[in-house]
């Protein structure tokens, strides 16, 4: 059952990302997306896709978009997708050890 699911949410993926690229003139690849939920009424035809930005894995705020896909084909699209984002730097400033020493400075009661 799960690999049934799997290869439905990867083909809902599939019809979103044409549409994007068809549609919107957008290129987009499977791995910038997530499949946060999906939702299929059978006796209509009608699938609902709600979907987030992600970049390395990790998910890019405020960048959701919901699909209504009926009978196979997208027909309803809305949300925000970023273009031409920059990531901050993921390094941090400080090593841990450096970190710790100042966490303990900081927390220590002054006299």
Do not use: C
């Amino acid at each position: 059952m799960l690999l049934v699911m799997q290869g439905i949410a990867q083909n809902s993926l599939e019809k979103v990302l044409a549409y994007l690229k068809n549609q919107k003139g957008i290129i987009a690849k499977s791995e910038d997306w997530k499949i946060t939920d999906e939702i299929s009424y059978p006796q209509n035809g009608v699938t609902y896709v709600y979907l987030r930005q992600v970049h390395q894995g990790v998910e890019i705020y405020n960048s959701s978009i919901s699909v209504m896909i009926k009978n196979g084909e997208v027909r309803s699209f809305a949300g925000d997708i970023y273009q031409n984002y920059k990531i901050a730097s993921s390094r941090f400033g400080l090593q841990a050890p450096d970190a710790i020493r100042k966490a303990v400075q900081e927390l220590s009661p002054r006299t």
